[in-house]
């Protein structure tokens, strides 16, 4: 049973950064071809893609947001890791992550996401 | 604005069948596969259609996908208030080396 769970603060102050961690079972990020990704939904808008992570390491990133994320995993521990520097009210969202079963594929098991929240 | 474009809204009658259109572009749609998911209001989204026209296990067949050219249509019959929700298209696009979603359509049965 493949499930994904995202951790992190649910309050961050702008300028700051955000951490959220990815833990997942019931599959291996070592697969060849598995990766996982980052989504997220600010409140009434659309689903934004953020980042991705591959079962070699390789990243990919929104190329609006490259400048602030840096995705990375640890394989040993089933965990995904997202940072995003800098934050700003804009960025209050709820953060998905989600699993590809192969780069340039479809997302096909979601987390329930996190609620992040930007504010003073 | 989403690389996809979806249109904001549509409605339909329970039974009826309405269909929801994503627009895009050689590098995404137009050489990659189309995804769709339904996402309810703090739930996790919901893979419908995988790979233009294939549905995952236990979505039932009056989900159906389908592709041509550039654009992708997602087409729900036999309506039932249990499909209002939001629904949205998805694709890799080689030029950004990333995935790009459409604004998403909310799904309104009268």
């Known amino acids: 049973q493949v499930t994904l769970r995202e951790s992190g603060p649910a309050l961050v102050k702008p300028t700051q950064a955000l951490t959220l961690t990815c833990t997942f079972s019931g599959f291996s990020l070592s697969t060849s071809g598995m990766c996982l990704t980052w989504v997220r939904q600010p409140p009434g808008k659309a689903l934004e893609w953020l980042a991705l992570i591959d079962w070699e390491g390789d990243t990919y990133y929104s190329t609006s947001l490259k400048t602030r994320l840096t995705i990375s995993k640890d394989t040993s521990k089933d965990q995904v890791v997202l940072t995003m520097t800098n934050m700003d009210p804009v960025d209050t969202a709820t953060y998905f992550c989600a699993r590809i079963p192969n780069v340039g594929n479809y997302l096909d098991y979601w987390g329930q996401g996190t609620l992040v929240t930007v504010s003073s | ?110």
């Open chain 2, 1 to 110: 604005q989403s690389v996809l474009t979806q249109p904001p809204s549509v409605s339909a009658a329970p039974g009826q069948t309405v269909t929801i259109s994503c627009s895009g572009r050689s590098s995404n749609i137009g050489n990659n596969h189309v995804s769709w998911y339904q996402h309810l209001p703090g739930t996790a989204p919901t893979l419908l259609i995988y790979d233009n026209n294939n549905r995952p296990s236990g979505i039932p067949d009056r989900i159906s996908g389908s592709k041509s050219g550039t654009s992708a249509t997602l087409a729900i019959s036999g309506l039932q208030t249990g499909d209002e929700a939001d629904y949205y298209c998805a694709a890799w696009d080689s030029s950004l080396s990333g995935v790009v979603f459409g604004g998403g359509t909310k799904l309104t049965v009268l």
